[in-house]
């Protein structure tokens, strides 16, 4: 009796601690190419998340946009070739952004991305990092858990920095000044009062043809 009354609380000991749910850290010291660690951190993102559940990749913050852009870009390609998950369109989440005046080129609170999943009716949300460390890049991923607020899983790469990610770390090249015979008309918007013996009102935009030397 004794031996079967050990079995039995072994039994209830592991159903416990089968359904406490623990948060995961996946962390590897082999560095890698971007779009290797990007694979990579797709998989295991993947991993953490329930079967046909909605998620949305919230933020990845970077040095520039051009890396934040390629990242969400590469796992919501990545997590669509599942097949598992619902995820929401990038579109979605502008729209929002503007609407309620986030900020979501920086560094994003998990209390803010969490509200921003719950107004998205999502149940996990992704975030994440990448940013220099010694001569390579680290690169993090988290996902929560929208409901409960829970991390539930983290993962750490080490990013070398090849070709494709010092093109992507480079700032957006300004456009071409336009020469001076391809400069456009001043533009003046609203009311403009014309004053010719009488005042008159136009509304609308006017163009108008400055001549040279007078400032403008």
């Not at 406490?20 to 694979?39: E, V």
């Not at 990242?71 to 598992?84: F, P, Q, R, T, W």
């Not at 994003?108 to 009716?121: F, H, M, P």
């Amino acid at each position: 009796m004794k031996h079967a009354g050990l079995v039995f609380s072994i039994i209830i000991f592991l159903i416990g601690c089968a359904s406490t749910p623990i948060q995961q850290n996946n962390t590897t010291n082999q560095s890698l190419a971007l779009d290797s660690a990007l694979f990579e951190g797709s998989k295991y993102l993947a991993s953490r998340i329930s079967y046909k559940s909605k998620v949305a990749v919230v933020n990845i913050q970077s040095p520039t946009n051009n890396l934040t852009n390629y990242i969400i870009d590469s796992l919501l390609m990545h997590l669509v070739n599942e097949d598992k998950f619902l995820l929401i369109e990038r579109s979605e989440l502008n729209i929002l952004e503007k609407e309620q005046h986030y900020q979501l080129s920086g560094m994003v609170s998990d209390e803010t991305a969490v509200s921003i999943g719950k107004q998205l009716g999502t149940q996990f949300i992704i975030t994440g990092s990448i940013l220099p460390l010694d001569d390579k890049y680290s690169l993090r991923f988290k996902v929560i858990n929208v409901e409960t607020a829970q991390i539930i899983g983290t993962t750490i790469f080490q990013v070398i920095s090849d070709r494709a990610l010092t093109a992507l770390l480079e700032p957006p090249k300004d456009e071409k000044p336009l020469q001076n015979s391809e400069k456009q008309a001043t533009v003046i918007q609203g009311d403009v009062n014309i004053t010719n013996n009488n005042n008159t009102t136009i509304n609308g935009d006017v163009y108008v043809n400055m001549p040279k030397g007078l400032g403008w």
